[in-house]
């Protein structure tokens, strides 16, 4: 079962249920966006990108932060997807992540471009 998240009931009131690419999506983005420390039970969990998007800018951090989230990516998800690539950009007070895997099972890579923060 993929659930959606957030968490939302639908029309029936059950639990709403996400489509596989939407649950694919959502949950790297959950890996993205979470700290390591942020989840009770799951400590380690997360990628910590969020700490590195106030880090000085270089081609190191840079490089730095792709090791990072490919690593938590692959640590987290690989029952789910393998990943390709991760390029991550902080412009102003926006951080991008374009993410390129491929999910289990299948022989297409997709790319997802996720976004957090908002232009000041």
């Known amino acids: ?6 968490y939302q009931f639908d029309g029936r009131g059950r639990t709403q249920q996400a489509a596989l690419t939407d649950y694919m999506t959502q949950i790297i983005e959950q890996v993205l966006f979470t700290s390591p420390g942020e989840r009770v039970n799951l400590p380690d969990f997360g990628s910590g990108l969020l ?3 106030f880090a000085p800018n270089s ?13 938590a990516l692959q640590k987290w998800l690989a029952n789910y997807v393998t990943v390709q690539s991760v390029t991550a ?22 790319v997802q471009t996720f976004q957090f923060g908002a232009p000041s």
């Open 1 to 6: 079962m993929n659930l959606n998240f957030a």
């Open 51 to 53: 700490q590195l998007a």
């Open 59 to 71: 081609p190191e951090m840079a490089a730095a932060t792709q090791f990072t989230v490919q690593a």
């Open 89 to 110: 950009t902080s412009v102003e007070a926006v951080l991008s992540v374009t993410v390129a895997y491929t999910p289990v099972n299948t022989d297409v890579t997709q």
